[in-house]
């Protein structure tokens, strides 16, 4: 379930006469998402995603957000951009909470993507990051490698009790981590989470790219990792496709050449990005009670993401 916020028709209909967005005609919670209230709405202009952000996404970073998504579809990238109200707002308060009125994107998101729709989705991330190239706010990454050490010591020994021995093993892995990371990478702006389930298809062909809440600046190759790492396995992470993996990254550079420095970090980059979920899914897995409505990312699917990464990385990425 994603719908915290009710929204009722009486303020719906008030938020809209905001917009030359037509009349409310209806209105659907959307099921899919953990971490906004999302709408379907119809009106009699046309059809949007009416998106209310809840405690995950600060107010105070919407106007990053919505700066990228304007930067990216002024660009032709298939975005979803917030809609305009006649004086120009993007952002607004609807029930409390901050809220956008977000233009709808067709397509649907893949569970099992194909080598055709992996390369696609590597060439639209590609695309993505040199539209960016001129993209200048910026935004650190709350989830980034300096916050792994605080994120390990905020879950502590509770980790033991997702697996015996996690917190060694974590602790092992994030100082290895840490000790090879490499800070002389460009910054840039990044997705940081293009799971399958961000990335709208029609057939073989990428029609949106969303959720853009944790976009921010940090390396491009660690958004590549981010994404490999998502696609290339199956939901437990014991089993790597390389038909995937290699289509992803075929797709990337088919856009756009990763320069090499950036290409020689990729091994030590999907390392920290499978712990960056691993800790993350960690802390929501010791603090979502069983039967909560929302359901809990297994943490250990990225243990074993890290542990392939480790032992194949460097043959991976070469
Ligand atoms: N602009 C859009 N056009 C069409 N559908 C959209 C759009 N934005 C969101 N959706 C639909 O709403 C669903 C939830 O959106 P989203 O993934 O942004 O939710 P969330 O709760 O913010 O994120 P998370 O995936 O992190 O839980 C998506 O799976 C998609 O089906
Ligand atoms: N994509 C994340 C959750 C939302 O950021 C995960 O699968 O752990």
Same mark, same amino acid.
């Given at each position: 379930? #994603?719908?915290?916020?009710?929204?009722?028709?009486?303020?719906?209909?008030?938020?809209?006469?905001?917009?030359?967005?037509?009349?409310?005609?209806?209105?659907?919670?959307?099921?899919?998402?953990? =971490?906004?209230?999302?709408?379907?709405?119809?009106?009699? !202009?046309?059809?949007?995603?009416?998106?209310?952000?809840?405690?995950?996404?600060?107010?105070?970073?919407?106007?990053?957000? &919505?700066?990228?998504?304007? *930067?990216?579809?002024?660009?032709?990238?298939?975005?979803?951009?917030?809609?305009?109200?006649?004086?120009?707002?993007?952002?607004?308060?609807?029930?409390?909470?901050?809220?956008?009125?977000?233009?709808?994107?067709?397509?649907?998101?893949?569970?099992?993507?194909?080598?055709?729709?992996?390369?696609?989705? !590597?060439?639209?991330?590609?695309?993505?990051?040199? $539209?960016?190239?001129?993209?200048?706010?910026?935004?650190?990454?709350? &989830?980034?490698?300096?916050?792994?050490?605080?994120?390990?010591?905020?879950?502590?020994?509770?980790?033991?009790?997702?697996?015996?021995?996690?917190?060694?093993?974590?602790?092992?892995?994030?100082?290895?981590?840490?000790?090879?990371?490499?800070?002389?990478?460009?910054?840039?702006?990044? *997705? #940081?989470?293009?799971?399958?389930?961000?990335?709208?298809?029609? !057939?073989?062909?990428?029609?949106?790219?969303?959720?853009?809440?944790?976009?921010?600046?940090?390396?491009?190759?660690?958004?590549?990792?981010?994404?490999?790492?998502?696609? $290339?396995?199956?939901?437990?992470?014991?089993?790597?496709?390389?038909?995937?993996? /290699?289509?992803?990254?075929?797709?990337?550079?088919?856009? /756009?050449?990763?320069?090499?420095? =950036?290409?020689?970090?990729?091994?030590?980059?999907? =390392?920290?990005?499978?712990?960056?979920?691993?800790?993350?899914?960690?802390?929501?897995?010791?603090?979502?009670?069983?039967?909560?409505?929302?359901?809990?990312?297994?943490?250990?699917?990225?243990?074993?993401?890290?542990?392939?990464?480790?032992?194949?990385?460097?043959?991976?990425?070469?």
């Amino acid at each position: 379930m #994603a719908v915290y916020t009710q929204v009722s028709a009486e303020a719906l209909s008030d938020f809209l006469a905001k917009f030359d967005a037509g009349a409310l005609v209806s209105a659907k919670g959307i099921a899919e998402g953990v =971490e906004n209230s999302n709408y379907l709405v119809d009106t009699t !202009g046309g059809r949007f995603i009416l998106t209310l952000y809840e405690k995950r996404v600060a107010a105070d970073d919407l106007p990053y957000f &919505m700066a990228l998504l304007d *930067h990216l579809a002024a660009k032709g990238l298939p975005v979803p951009p917030a809609i305009k109200d006649r004086a120009g707002h993007e952002i607004h308060e609807l029930e409390g909470r901050p809220a956008c009125l977000i233009k709808f994107l067709p397509g649907v998101s893949v569970t099992t993507p194909t080598p055709a729709q992996a390369r696609a989705a !590597g060439e639209a991330l590609s695309q993505m990051h040199w $539209a960016l190239e001129d993209f200048l706010l910026d935004r650190p990454n709350s &989830m980034g490698v300096d916050t792994w050490q605080a994120q390990l010591d905020r879950c502590g020994r509770d980790l033991d009790t997702i697996a015996p021995g996690l917190f060694d093993r974590v602790s092992r892995a994030l100082e290895r981590i840490i000790a090879q990371w490499p800070r002389h990478l460009p910054p840039s702006a990044i *997705h #940081a989470d293009l799971f399958p389930d961000n990335v709208l298809m029609l !057939g073989d062909e990428v029609t949106g790219l969303i959720d853009f809440y944790f976009a921010c600046t940090d390396v491009r190759a660690f958004d590549l990792a981010v994404t490999h790492g998502a696609w $290339a396995f199956d939901a437990s992470g014991h089993h790597y496709d390389a038909a995937i993996g /290699n289509a992803l990254l075929q797709g990337y550079q088919r856009a /756009n050449v990763l320069p090499s420095d =950036e290409r020689a970090a990729l091994p030590i980059l999907a =390392e920290g990005a499978a712990l960056r979920f691993l800790l993350s899914r960690a802390w929501d897995w010791l603090n979502t009670p069983a039967n909560a409505m929302v359901t809990r990312k297994d943490p250990l699917a990225y243990l074993r993401r890290l542990d392939f990464y480790a032992a194949n990385g460097d043959a991976l990425f070469a």
